[in-house]
Nanobody
Framework: VQLQASGGGLVQAGGSLRLSCAAS????????MGWFRQGPGKEQEFVAT???????YYADSVKGRFTISRDDAENTVYLQMNSLKPEDTAVYFC???????????????????WGQGTKVTVSS
């Protein structure tokens, strides 16, 4: 599975961005998918994950502001980010597990395929 993340950019605090993660090489409709991020000088952290039944799960830091969704026909997963804060500044990565039909994990070590990352910068 190859994952291509896009949609990052520079936005002012309070603004919105939508990240996309386009998958190729395999249909990901039977895979839980995740988004992670790594801010400057910080460790990688979980952002959101979506199950094959489209249930979304979020880190407390983004709950109520971010929405994860999937379009299986387009083989793409999205992360809608609203009310952005400077602390959301990070490189965002999408990820897929090695096996289909696994639960939507929040731990990065449960994911096998990773996109290249897309940079989000939120100015104050």
């Amino acid at each position: 599975v190859q994952l291509q993340a896009s949609g990052g950019g520079l936005v002012q605090a309070g603004g919105s961005l939508r990240l996309s993660c386009a998958a190729s090489g395999r249909t990901v409709s039977s895979y839980a998918m995740g988004w992670f991020r790594q801010g400057p000088g910080k460790e990688q952290e979980f952002v959101a994950t979506i199950s094959t039944s489209r249930a979304g799960y979020y880190a407390d830091s983004v709950k109520g502001r971010f929405t994860i969704s999937r379009d299986d026909a387009e083989n793409t997963v999205y992360l809608q980010m609203n009310s952005l804060k400077p602390e959301d500044t990070a490189v965002y990565f999408c990820a897929a597990p090695r096996s289909a039909w696994t639960p939507p994990f929040s731990s990065a070590d449960r994911y096998y395929y990773w996109g290249q990352g897309t940079k989000v910068t939120v100015s104050s």
